[in-house]
């Protein structure tokens, strides 16, 4: 195994080695070409050996006879295991046998519970870790967690903003090690075009099996263009030649391989004028930018439609920030029959809520201030604060518990 390309920090790590050291399987999840094996490398060593089964030889060995293959296993790596689920079970068996902590450490491209050849679970047994694109944080090497911070009152400051072009330039690069090496949108958007192709011809089959796969590329880019909105399947497989069912079950597909996310609207029980429909979002903004054509501002129009492309960049972010914080966090969106909305509703395990409005303009106006104020008096005692993050580089009061910061907050320290 190569640690040569070991460049950031993950903040995932400590999780993953915490796990091994209490649990026998330690599963770390996430998209392709998020840095998986890279970090199970780093964390194995030359102590574990070491299975991909992206190489065609162990796939068929783990596919004819996985009771086999984990007998001939003490401590391992398995690389890429949802192409192959029929080891889960194997798996089980083995750590039923031998309890010894961190015996298996698994990386996986897709979530494994909705694989349809998963028939006997690994639950009180193995551990799962989420990995996504580089944080902004990693990227920085910060180790702050913003919702920890803005959950326990610190409301975060940038520690060297970053603005406009620059502030632009970042959201278009996403956080994909290898995107983020290309050093121009030509050879940004020919990696893109590459992994995308790999994924269809490689990942969909391991774990669905869908009409006009060939579709696919066609499908995303249509997804594309319609980020943050609201799903309709409808108009989404009208694009491309789909019905609504098809189009929904390729919704599905995407997000078990960690590509997009459908965000759930927040809902009072209390309070019945909230839209139900979830929302669709990338996970990651490199990806969506340059399937969208989107390289750089240039026009009025583009700002406009970077708006969108900022939005999915915030809520990449925020949702890196919940899998390696300290507490628990859930992210929703606020949208009432009034068409008031707040872009993201972050809900912690006792029930108080934090509201995120995202603004690409330099300036907040007091308009921008309608979403949090009407979430504020509908989420009543639970309600925590509200930020507004914008083109900025100072942090301002802006009432009771409603701050503007600057988007750079994000991966910033908190005062």
């Known amino acids: 195994m190569n640690n040569t390309n070991y460049r ?15 649990t026998p399987v330690v599963l770390v999840a ?8 890279t970090l199970v490398s780093h964390i194995a060593g030359q102590g574990m050996r070491y ?22 296993l003490d401590r391992a790596v398995i690389d890429e295991i949802q192409r192959a689920p029929e080891l889960l079970p194997a798996i089980k068996k083995s750590v039923d046998e031998d309890r010894r902590f961190g015996r298996f450490l698994l990386t996986g491209s897709a979530n494994l519970m909705v694989l349809p050849k998963v028939t006997e679970s690994l639950a009180g047994r193995m551990e799962t870790v989420i990995l996504l694109p580089l944080s902004q944080s990693e990227i920085h090497r910060e180790t702050t967690n913003w919702l920890d911070n803005v959950f326990a009152g610190r409301i975060p400051e940038a520690a ?4 406009g072009d620059d502030m632009a330039e970042i959201v278009v690069k996403g956080g994909y090690p290898e995107a983020l090496a290309r050093q121009t949108p030509r050879r940004r958007t020919a990696w893109c075009r590459q992994y995308v ?7 969909v089959r391991d774990i669905a099996d869908i009409e006009k796969q060939e579709q696919l590329p066609r499908f995303l880019c249509a997804l594309s263009q319609m980020a943050g909105q609201l799903c ?18 390729y919704m599905g597909v995407l997000e078990h391989m960690f590509l997009t996310k459908r965000i759930e609207p927040w809902t009072d029980n209390r309070f019945s004028r909230v839209v139900k429909t979830p929302k ?13 054509g989107f390289s750089a501002i240039s026009s009025p129009g583009d700002r406009t439609r970077f708006g969108h492309f900022l939005e999915s960049f915030v809520f990449g972010e925020l949702l890196k920030h919940a899998t390696t914080a300290d507490s628990d966090y859930h992210i929703f969106y606020y949208r009432d029959h009034d068409k008031v909305e707040v872009d993201y509703v972050v809900e912690n395990t006792a029930g108080f809520l934090a509201g995120v409005e995202v603004k690409a303009a330099a300036t907040v106006k007091e308009n921008d201030l309608k979403g949090i104020r009407r979430l504020a008096k509908a989420a009543g005692r639970k309600w925590l604060c509200g930020i507004i993050l914008y083109d900025g580089d100072i942090t301002l009061p802006l009432g009771k518990n409603i701050w503007a910061a600057p988007l750079s907050s994000l991966w910033g320290n908190a005062p």
């Open 232 to 249: 309709n399947y409808t108009k989404l497989g009208g694009q491309v030649g789909l019905d609504s069912k098809t189009a929904a079950k």
């Open 30 to 37: 996430g998209p392709r070409q998020a840095g998986k094996t």
């Open 160 to 163: 060297v903003p970053v603005v």
């Open 51 to 72: 299975l991909t089964l992206d190489d065609d030889v162990t796939l068929l060995a783990a596919r004819e006879d996985p009771a086999g293959l984990i007998r001939s």
């Open 280 to 292: 669709l979002q990338f996970i990651d903004s490199g990806l969506l930018t340059t399937l969208a």
């Open 197 to 203: 192709d790999a994924l269809i011809q490689r990942d």
């Open 8 to 22: 950031y920090p993950r903040q995932a790590e400590a999780r993953v080695v915490e796990g091994m050291s209490d």
